[in-house]
């Protein structure tokens, strides 16, 4: 019996094939990306080595405008994004949370003041800085 020609003679889906650097890109932030992708794919994540990742994309619904080379285009975006926040919020860390700790000692939340310098040099030194009216009301 002849098969309709509507119905597809092989029912395997097409896949993507990405393959990561980890030396740029993080083991977590390739789960993240995988993560978020998995709405729409099915994720198989593989190591290569120690050096690469390698992941598979399986879409979980085909449509006619399924395009690989923009599936591919958009994880790696992705990943890439996840692997730079991930460097920002390392770098900035110390300065983040001695802007909360200083936020929580001026509201009266904390008992003791943060350790650290929480001040602007060049804006200090102005007689009228905005830095010096707001951390220094006697002034």
Known sequence: MALPESVPESTSHPE????LDLAFVSAEAVLKTCHWFTRDFACDLRRKGDAFAEVVLVPRN???????????????TSAIDFALRERIEAKTSGIRD?????????????EDN??????????????????????????
Do not use: C, H
């Open 16 to 19: 993507v094939t990405v393959e």
């Open 62 to 76: 085909l449509t006619a405008a399924f395009d690989p080379d923009a599936v591919k285009d958009a994880f790696v």
């Open 98 to 110: 001695l802007l909360l700790a200083k936020a929580f000692a001026e509201s009266g939340v904390l």
């Open 114 to 139: 943060p350790e650290g310098v929480f001040g602007d040099v060049i804006e200090e030194a102005k007689r009228d800085g905005m830095f010096k009216i707001l951390s220094n009301p006697q002034a």
